[in-house]
C-alpha cells in the first residue's frame, strides 16, 4: 500500500540553523511527493512538491528531491527563520486528489 | 485569505451527542471534497470522499452510518459525527481540488483550517 512515514518532533532549533525534516515513502508505481505546512489556526498549504524522481521541488528556501532509489523526499533549509514555525507534513499522491500524509513535524524557532 | 474554510475551528460535545462540521469552497465549485482525520500522534488519513448529488464514498475501517457526509451543494460539505463518543476525538481536516470532478495531477488541492473535536 501507500504510506508515509515522516521524522518524528517536535524540532526546535535556532534561527539561522539549518533544517533536515527526513521523510521516506511507500508506494507502488510512480507517485507525487509534497511538502505541507501548517501555520498556526491556518489551512494546509502546499510549500513544494515533486512529480518524478530526480526533481527538485523548492519555495522560499526550502527544497527537498525525489528520490526513487531510497525513496525518500528530505525536507531541507540552510537558515530557519522564525517565521518558518510550523507543523511539515510530507505527503504522496498517485492521482493528484487523494493523498498519504506522515504524521506532521513540529518546528519551533527561537530567536 | 483562505481559500477552503472549515467550521468550527474548536468544538466540544458531550458524549452521545451529534456535531457538525462544515466545510466551504470560499471561490470556486468543488465537486468533490475529501475528509481526513488524525488521531495524535498519527497521520492524517483519509476518511471519505464528499461527491456532490452522490454518495460519500468511505475508506475501509470508516463507519459510514457514524461519520455522515453531506455534499449539498458544489460549495458546501458537511461531515456530521453521530453519537460521538470520546475516541472521536480528533482533529478533522477537510480538501478541495480547484479545477474540476476527478483524480487529475492538474488539480490544485486546498485545505481548510482543520476542526478539534473533543468529546467529553
Known amino acids: 500500500g501507500n504510506s508515509v512515514t515522516q521524522m518524528e518532533g517536535p524540532v526546535t532549533l535556532s534561527e539561522e540553523a539549518f533544517l533536515t525534516i527526513n521523510c521516506t515513502y511507500t508506494?507502488?508505481?510512480?507517485?507525487?511527493l509534497f511538502w505541507y505546512v501548517q501555520y498556526p489556526g491556518e489551512g494546509l498549504q502546499l510549500l513544494l512538491k515533486a512529480t518524478k524522481a530526480d526533481d527538485k521541488g523548492s519555495n522560499k528556501g526550502f527544497e527537498a528531491t525525489y528520490r526513487k532509489e531510497t525513496t525518500s523526499f528530505h525536507l531541507e533549509k540552510g537558515s530557519v527563520q522564525v517565521s518558518d514555525s510550523a507543523v511539515y507534513f510530507c505527503?504522496?499522491?498517485?492521482?493528484?486528489?487523494?493523498?498519504?500524509f506522515g504524521t506532521g513535524t513540529s518546528l519551533t524557532v527561537i530567536p | 485569505g483562505a481559500v477552503v474554510s472549515q467550521h468550527p475551528s474548536r468544538v466540544i460535545c458531550k458524549s452521545g451527542t451529534s456535531v457538525k462540521i462544515e466545510c466551504r469552497s470560499l471561490?470556486?465549485?468543488?465537486?468533490?471534497m475529501f475528509w481526513y482525520r488524525q488521531f495524535p500522534k498519527q497521520s492524517l488519513m483519509l476518511m471519505a470522499t464528499?461527491?456532490?448529488?452522490?454518495?460519500?464514498?468511505?475508506e475501509q475501517g470508516v463507519e459510514k452510518d457514524k461519520f455522515l457526509i453531506n455534499h449539498a451543494s458544489l460549495t458546501l460539505s458537511t461531515l456530521t459525527v453521530t453519537s460521538a463518543h470520546p475516541e472521536d476525538s480528533s482533529f478533522y481536516i477537510c480538501?478541495?481540488?480547484?479545477?474540476?470532478?476527478?483524480?487529475?495531477?492538474?488539480?490544485?488541492?486546498?485545505f481548510g483550517e482543520g476542526s478539534w473535536l473533543t468529546v467529553v
Open positions: 505527503a504522496l499522491s498517485k492521482f493528484g486528489n487523494q493523498f498519504y
Open positions: 471561490d470556486f465549485q468543488a465537486t468533490t
Open positions: 508506494a507502488t508505481g510512480y507517485p507525487s
Open positions: 480538501s478541495a481540488p480547484k479545477g474540476g470532478r476527478g483524480q487529475t495531477s492538474g488539480n490544485t488541492i486546498y
Open positions: 464528499s461527491n456532490e448529488g452522490s454518495k460519500a464514498t468511505y
